[in-house]
């Protein structure tokens, strides 16, 4: 029922924007035309109406913190810490339902967070001190006497503040998450915002929302809390391509042969390609970033260096074609390659280097990170709040959020907790 209310709110709100937008058109120069008698010379005493430049709110967020107020020096071996979200249960009384499978339940229960607990980790983190920076700032490429290799940056921050960076995998909207209780991509409404649509799985309804959904969930939040954010950094996108990307479906199939099929799907791909920019382009201009998640959410740990090539070019034309260059490589499975050992750097490592990435980051039980000397590269773990590490992490998650606080035990499954771990 809340929800339903939330969502009349929304679309009466993108409602009234749209209404007052079309207002903002009846410019009064129009009205004084109408009434000029077309025998006489007027001159103009005002020059023509010229739009007033939109205000964007994210604006108040990019400049919040004034130069002259980052005097805080966050040196190299100063941890900054990672943390990283699957998509959020959108519906958790439906996905923790019999409507998806007990093996399903599991998985959803292990790596994601429902949209309560999210808020509240949000709100958490926040409270004590972190403040969201771009992954990108944090270390750099540069080049001297020992030759060209990557170092970690000195981060300037506001006193009292702890840097954070964020980061979402997944966020595809994979045909079984539309299945299961989440929303279904990421759209602009007409009040130039980023939007989430969303199917509600009992009624079928389909509706837009800010409140169901991690990304607008996070621009809301930075604009009701502009210091949460360094010049204007929100999270950065971990995205595979075998499903297309954001709610689009951008990819290639290479089954579909038969011509009159591939041509369909071609034409389908094409407007899904053109639909996807605008969103993209939203993200990019409001502190979103785009990172590889690799194209086939591959292990590569036990993949074979032709298959990582292969994956790696069907990234870069579909995926990395839309949403721009990047140095930076998400794990599937937290895997790393060559057999998953981080001290040695082996030929997948070295051919992922050769294509631009920089950053290799991983999940693990704390925010480490290496920079290589062997090679100009940076590894890194992330932490991963999550239903593994609300039950059984707390001790390790208590600088962000106390778990026990955050976890809703009466909506997942009953597998257990032990909050003195
Ligand atoms: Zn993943």
């Known amino acids: 029922m809340k929800r339903k209310l939330l969502s009349c709110a929304a679309l009466c709100l993108i409602l009234a924007l749209a209404l007052s937008a079309c207002g903002g058109d009846q410019s009064p120069g129009g009205g004084r035309d109408s009434v000029t008698d077309p025998g006489t010379v007027v001159t103009p005493t005002t020059p023509e ?41 959108a519906y958790p009384e439906y996905a923790f339902s019999g409507a998806v499978s007990a093996t399903d339940q599991k998985g959803l229960d292990d790596w994601m967070v429902t949209v309560d607990e999210y808020n509240k980790i949000l709100q958490n983190v926040y409270d004590k001190g972190y403040i969201l920076v771009a992954m990108e700032d944090v270390w750099s490429e540069v080049t001297d006497e020992s030759g060209t290799h990557m170092v970690r940056n000195t981060l300037m921050l506001p006193e009292g503040k702890k840097p954070l960076v964020i980061s979402f995998d997944d966020v595809n909207y994979y045909q079984y998450m539309l299945e299961e209780g989440f929303t279904s991509k990421l759209l602009v409404g007409d009040d130039g915002q980023i939007w989430a649509e969303c199917t509600d799985p009992y009624t079928g309804e389909t509706f837009l929302t800010q409140e169901l959904d991690a990304t607008p969930i996070l621009d809301n939040f930075v604009l009701e809390h502009p210091d949460f954010s360094l010049n204007g950094a929100k999270a950065i996108f971990s995205l595979t391509g075998y499903q297309g990307i954001l709610g689009y479906r951008t990819q290639t199939d290479r089954d579909v042969t038969d011509p009159a099929e591939l041509e369909a799907f071609e034409a389908n791909r094409q407007k899904e390609i053109e639909a996807v920019k605008p969103v993209i382009e939203r993200l990019k201009e409001t502190g979103w970033t785009f990172g590889s998640h690799t194209w086939g959410h591959i292990n590569l740990a036990n993949k074979s260096l032709a298959t990582v090539q292969n994956d790696t070019e ?34 997948i490592f070295r051919y992922l280097q050769e294509q631009g990435f920089r950053v290799f980051a991983s999940v693990g039980s704390e925010s480490f990170s290496y920079v290589k000397t062997d090679i100009s590269a940076v590894i890194c773990d992330r932490l991963h709040p999550d239903g593994r590490t609300l039950r059984g992490s707390r001790s390790r998650y208590l600088q962000f959020y106390d778990a026990q606080e955050i976890i809703d ?11 003195t771990a």
Not at 333 to 347: K, N, Q, V
Not at 409 to 419: A, I, S
């Open 49 to 89: 109406v010229t739009p007033t430049p939109k205000v964007d709110p994210y604006d108040a967020v990019k400049n919040y913190w004034s130069e002259d107020q980052l005097t805080q020096a966050w040196g190299p071996d100063q941890v900054v810490e990672h943390l990283f979200f699957h998509p959020i249960i």
């Open 314 to 347: 069907r990234w870069l034309d579909e995926v990395g074609s839309l949403v721009g260059p990047t140095t930076i490589l998400f794990y599937p499975h937290g895997a790393r390659p060559d057999g998953d050992d981080w001290h040695t750097t082996g030929p």
């Open 409 to 419: 035990l009466d909506v997942r499954p009953d597998y257990g907790y032990d909050f």
